[in-house]
């Protein structure tokens, strides 16, 4: 059992001041607002604490990616974000050979069923060349309805998204074979129109990746696939919070349209988040990293980002003038929701004690993770 008392706790309904927790075997039990009527283990008084954060979208950090057959070298990126607060992780793929992506994903599924990521996301090669970004051109291809269904098996349900471009030949069927597996099929690297996007969505895909980035662009007399997915109650739409890939404005016209619950803040990381400026690879793509920003160096497209989930965080509240307990909804709850992870991403009795403990900058002081203080670097 412990006790944590004295923080100010940010929910998703607004700041309580003066709460305390009780957390037995990673739950959290019982909890309340004043004096603790438990003997207190961890007195916490002038911090604050947040759930801890859920990114759907992650291509790796601290030096270290999950574009490997090297297990050591995903767990390492896992724990260079969760030192950041980030609790649950999903591992993003990104374009490659049947071959290739068939030994990451062996490579991952032992650390999806040791909790260390909560999934694998697929993001490629099913996508649109004209919104490759940071892919392999060579490597982009149509949906086969058997390369699909054999990579999906080989994921025995471990494959929790993949994300597509719906106009591409037999991309409305993978789509539903997709979501038939059980996975999430997410829109995204798409030159998809308006009217094909709704359709995709009526085939069930639900989630758009980054939205904004690597799609049509909106335009007045064709609203693309960025107007489609807003604008359906049933999509959730990623954004990438560094100031980089999305303007503060663009966050916030999306916000107004799709509301705090259906955006998932995520980092699209790559290997260089929470690492230094220099040269790094995105799969078999050579990247620059100079003054935090990645980009391929053959063509200068941007490569993913050096974010972490506690700096996306305060670019929201600080740059992006969002209310703290909104960023919660965009780092914790939302994500945690659309993956189906009922049992985290806030903070209340029978949640799993995921959370974080912020100074008054919203620096990251501590880490809880299932009931257990993580040990931070430094």
Partial sequence: MTVIAGARIQSTQGLLESGWMNIEDGVIVSGGLGECPLPVDDELAGYTIVPGFVDQHCHGGGGYSFITTDA?????AAEAHLFHGTTSLMASLVTGSAEDLADQIRTLSPLVDQGVIVGIHLEGPWISRLHC???????????????????????????????????????????????NAGAIAAVGHTDADYEMTCLAVEAGARVATHLTNAMRPLHHRDPGAIGALMEDKRVTVELIGDGTHVHPAVLRLVAAEAGFNRISMVTDAMSAAAGKDGHYMLGNLDVDVVG??????????????TLTMDKAMRYMVFSGHVALWNVVKMLSNTPARTLGLADRGGLAIGKRADLVVLDNALQVARVMRQGNWIELPG
């Fill in 72 to 76: 050591a070298e995903a767990y390492r």
């Fill in 133 to 179: 970004g940071a892919h392999d051109k060579a490597l982009l291809r149509a949906p086969d309805r058997s390369e699909v269904g054999e990579l999906l098996a080989l994921g025995g349900g471990r494959i929790k998204m993949v994300t597509i471009a719906p106009e591409l030949r037999g991309g409305m069927e993978a789509i539903e074979q997709i979501v």
């Fill in 292 to 305: 935090g920003v990645a980009r391929l160096t053959d063509g200068g497209s941007i490569a993913g980002s």
